[in-house]
Each structure stands twice: as C-alpha cells, then as structure tokens.
C-alpha cells in the first residue's frame, strides 16, 4: 500500500477509495412565500367556479381586513405567486378576483382596487408590473393607466 503521509492511505487506490461521503450533505431549499402560495392557487383551480369565486370574495375580504402594510404585503405576495404560474392559469385567477370585486358592496371594490395599486406600485420592479399588466386586465384599463401614470410623475 502507498501511502502519502504516514497513516493516511493513498484514495487514488481504488479499493480503499470510499464509496459514499462520511458525512450525508443536505440540501437545503429555501421556499419563498410566493411558492407556498403559488401552490395553494394552482390547487383552486380545480375548485368548480362558483366554489373559487367565493373563495376568491372569501380572500379579498381578508386582505381588506389588514392593517396597510400586512395588507400590502399579502396582495405582494398573492401577486408574486401570479407571476411564477403558468400565464393562462394566472389570467384565469384574475378574472375570478375581478368578478368576484364586482360580488362586493363598492366601498370594497374600490378598496381592493387601490390595495392592489399601492402593492404594485411599492413592490415591483418595472418588468413584473409589465407581466402583471398582461395578467390582470384593470392594470392596461385607461383608470389603471391614470393611477401608475400619476404615480411615475409624482416619483419623479
């Protein structure tokens, strides 16, 4: 037997090479919030569409409920889950939150409407709140239009 240093064996040699790491890695995965709530959307889309769309009214009474900042942070992270779906299935979530606004006394409408405004404005970068536009209909509407375009020229 060869041995580099005086009791260390040679592992070049391929019987005392060993076979599996004397210690196990770990892998550690870091799960953002988005990706826990991107899986819980994904599964209410098998929900019927009346069952979502209660949900949905369900979610956005929720939200609505926060103090601003927690409000601002859960319709971020309800949005960045959005994002990391598939585009179709997000569109789809979309409409559902926008019919089921429309479920709601107006009062709240307009509060979701401006939650979701401050969240987008305060936590995006410019190419999410692109995609976003592509997903949620209101955001390229002339009124969602007004409220960014008023907002970049007060930031400026």
């Known amino acids: ?67 601003e900042d927690r409000q601002r942070e859960a319709i971020h992270t309800r949005l960045a889950a959005w994002l990391e779906m598939d585009p179709e299935d997000a569109r789809i979530l979309a409409r559902v939150w926008d019919d089921a606004a429309l479920e709601l006394p107006a009062d709240d409408t307009r509060r979701r409407f401006e939650a979701e405004c401050d969240a987008i404005l305060h936590g995006f970068r410019f190419e999410d709140f692109t ?24 930031a400026a």
Not at 131 to 137: E, H, K, N, S, T
Not at 139 to 152: I, N, T
């Open 1 to 67: 037997m060869v041995t580099a240093v005086t009791g260390r064996p040679d592992w070049t040699s391929p019987e005392l090479a060993p076979t599996t790491p004397a210690v196990p890695t770990t892998v550690i995965q870091v799960i953002r919030p988005a990706q826990i709530e991107r899986e819980r959307y994904e599964e209410f889309l098998a929900l019927p569409t009346d069952e979502l769309r209660a949900c949905a009214a369900e979610e956005i009474r929720t939200e609505l409920g926060l103090s």
């Open 131 to 154: 995609r976003l536009a592509d997903l949620m209909p209101w955001v390229q509407s002339r009124y969602g239009l007004e409220v960014f375009g008023a907002s970049a020229r007060s």
